[in-house]
């Protein structure tokens, strides 16, 4: 009996040291002794599998291997203050396995003192909590980031918001917690909107969009809003988080930009971009509907003048209320416009399904705008009276293109402005016929140069005996199917286009070239040859420079060279002009104010110019016989150019009764057909011969 009992004892032992076992080996937490050195003397398999290394293989190495290196200086320090009193120390470490994966651990370290001093280590792996927490203090963080958040239960209740969302709406959370997201509904969003809105949160579990919603000030706002639906396990809906920004700034910026695009600063009309697209959208209406619309371009007249006595900022309320007064005057859906410095364009849209009547139409709104406009305006506490010119031309459907109908209308103002402004005019397709000839003719003149087409003729300048005392350098252009085409033609054209700056130069070359040629013969060595320059080239930056570079390239005397400027380009800009004129003087270059008295001179400027000559223009001398008026501005002319102390030449004469008039004046210069029509340089140089040559004493270097 007693043995039955011992060996039941034996057994209740052996299976208590068996539940012991299981629990120390199996335990969720590793159990690890050290020894005083740090190394591991045991561990249960639960350690063994944390540091991921076969249990044999772990004693008596150092435990210290296990901690990450960025920590194992925390871990040494811990461990030191064990071994230097009893009692426990927990800590957290970054430990790493043995194949270098690492992990977050939670230790609870306990000193054990006696004969064999150990520490013994609670080893947990809190990876799991560790990322947790880091998940809840990342969203905590993001809940309270510049975006507006908030969260409701099922049914639409606010439960929470962010501090984001007081900022943002003017709420505080007390005030919308137990509130609906009705709180913010501005009324701009119909029922539908929201339907739409919870159907798609139903079906998707999310939305996203621009909504507009009202801050507790009562103000409007524009916001981006993401609804997300929050589901439990069963996949019922439990809450809604919303996410919001304020984009009003971005609307306000979007409104911008597209104000800048379509929309002139100054006047805030439609800029040509809108216009042209409105066009656009006019030309298929009335394809579709049959019906005539109307073009109309409008140029202020005499505008630059304003802008240059006044200033640009005058000029800009002139602008701006004539853009008032276009709004005024035309029916709302019609389009006013503005391209550009001063001009406009109205465009009239479905005025009739018949032509003469939508002509008829087109036209009393142009009187009324012209007559609207021709009102004196109040500028900067001054009265002002402008005009306007308008060209009208009309449209059918797509017969004719946008860049077509903008052209016609603006050739149809030019002819308003040729006619005297203050008026309207519309487009005649015979226009477009001189418009395609004007363009062949850009095309011809910029070939003409190469091919050799343009040539200088001569026309001889006499003095009162009738003796040549020089020769004026007049361009002509033969063209092979033209034949030969006179300045006035081509001339305008050139200046247009700007050729009239190479071509210009062109003369000039010639011009001194031939004074180089005449120089070194006795009969043509006093000549003096005159050209004519125009303001373009004049203006240009480098023009003394060239006229200086093109006289020492052929050899010149700069004192047989005349300049022959009009009265426009001088009072342009007269400071410049004196300058310029005050340089090429010093060369010894001779100038010539043509087509005198037809300008606005001014004996104030005129006295400042260098000038050596006034040519009384063809104007004057045409009648000069029989209107008394123009024979008085000739004789003023010429009594005020011998008081200045100029030479005065009188072109145009063509008859004997006018040269003897002349000369009865005090005239001492001439020229015109009388002596000789411009002709090339053979025949001139055979005119040379027939008549005597006479230096000038103004001409003479040594004077």
């Not at 006595?309 to 008032?324: C, I, M, N, S, Y």
């Not at 009102?375 to 010119?389: A, I, M, W």
């Not at 024979?631 to 072109?651: C, P, S």
Request: glycine share 6%.
């Amino acid at each position: 009996m007693q043995n039955e009992a011992l060996r039941q004892a034996q057994i209740d032992l052996e299976a208590s040291r068996d539940r012991y076992v299981d629990l120390y080996e199996f335990s969720p937490v590793g159990y690890i002794t050290l020894s005083p050195a740090g190394l591991i003397e045991q561990i249960n398999l639960t350690g063994s599998t944390l540091l991921g290394e076969d249990r044999n293989q772990l004693t008596q190495k150092r435990f210290a291997l296990f901690v990450a290196p960025e920590e194992r200086d925390l871990w040494q320090l811990v461990f030191m203050r064990l071994l230097g009193r009893n009692g426990n120390e927990s800590c957290e470490l970054m430990m790493q396995r043995k194949d270098g994966t690492l992990f977050h651990a939670h230790l609870d370290n306990l000193h054990i003192d006696g004969e064999q001093p150990q520490v013994r280590i609670a080893l947990s792996d809190i990876s799991d909590r560790y990322h947790a927490e880091e998940e809840l203090r990342i969203a905590a963080i993001a809940f309270e980031s510049q975006e507006g958040m908030m969260v409701s239960d099922s049914h639409g209740v606010i439960v929470r918001v962010n501090q984001a969302f007081t900022r943002l709406t003017g709420y505080s959370a007390a005030e919308a917690v137990g509130q609906t997201a009705s709180l913010l509904r501005s009324g701009r969003h119909d029922k539908l909107f929201y339907d739409h809105m919870w159907q798609a949160l139903r079906d998707r579990g999310f939305w996203q969009g621009e909504i507009w919603n009202k801050r507790k000030s009562g103000k409007v706002y524009a916001e981006w809003l993401t609804i997300s639906a929050v589901k439990d396990p069963k996949g019922v809906i439990t809450h809604y988080v919303g996410t919001f920004s304020d984009i009003t700034q971005n609307k306000e910026a979007e409104a911008e930009i597209h104000r800048l695009a379509y929309y002139d600063s100054l006047t805030f009309l439609p800029n040509r971009r809108l216009l042209l697209d409105r066009l656009s959208q006019a030309l298929a209406i009335s394809a579709r509907n049959g019906h005539h619309g109307a073009l109309l371009f409008l140029d202020l007249d005499n505008f630059k003048v304003l802008n240059d006595t006044r200033g640009h900022a005058v000029g800009d309320l002139l602008l701006k209320e004539v853009a008032q007064r276009l709004r005024v005057e035309v029916r709302e859906g019609d389009t006013v416009s503005r391209l550009g410095g001063d001009e406009f364009v109205v465009l009239l849209e479905e005025l009739s399904v018949n032509a003469t009547e939508s002509a008829f139409a087109a036209q009393m709104v142009s009187e009324k705008l012209v007559s609207a406009l021709a009102v004196p305006y109040k500028l900067d506490g001054c009265e002002f009276h402008y005009t306007t010119s308008i060209g009208v031309t009309l449209f059918h459907g797509h017969a004719d293109s946008v860049d077509t109908l903008l052209r016609q209308a603006d050739m149809a103002v030019y002819r308003a402005k040729r006619d005297g402004r203050n008026r309207q005019c519309f487009f005649d397709p015979t226009m477009q016929s001189k418009l395609d000839e004007h363009s062949a003719m850009v095309v011809d003149l910029r070939q003409a140069m190469q091919r050799g087409e343009l040539a200088l003729y001569f026309q001889p300048q006499m003095d009162n005996k009738q003796r040549i005392i020089g020769a004026e350098a007049l361009l002509r252009w033969q063209h092979p199917q033209r034949g030969l085409v006179m300045p006035d033609v081509f001339i305008p054209v050139a200046e247009e286009t700007g050729l009239i700056i190479p071509i210009g130069q062109w003369v000039l070359e010639c011009a001194c070239s031939q004074i180089k040629v005449w120089s070194e013969h006795s009969a043509t060595r006093e000549l003096c040859l005159a050209i004519n320059v125009s303001p373009l080239q004049f203006r240009q930056s480098g023009f003394v420079e060239d006229v200086e570079r093109i006289l020492v390239a052929t050899g010149a005397d700069p004192h047989r060279l005349r300049i022959e400027l009009t009265e426009g380009l001088v009072i342009e800009n007269v400071a410049d002009t004196i300058n310029r004129m005050q340089v090429l003087k010093a060369l010894g270059i001779g100038f010539s104010m043509d087509d005198f008295g037809t300008g606005f001179s001014s004996l104030s400027y005129l006295k400042r110019l260098p000038l050596d000559e006034l040519k009384i223009d063809r104007s004057f001398v045409n009648d000069l016989v029989t209107d008394p008026n123009d024979a008085a501005i000739a004789k003023t002319i010429i009594i005020m150019g011998q008081t200045l102390g100029l030479n005065v030449i009188a072109e145009g004469v063509e008859t004997e009764e006018q040269l003897a008039l002349l000369k009865q004046y005090g005239c001492n210069a001439f020229q015109g057909y009388l002596f000789s029509r411009p002709i090339p340089l053979s025949a001139f140089e055979e005119f040379i011969d027939s008549v005597e040559i006479k230096e000038l004493p103004w001409l003479r270097k040594d004077l």
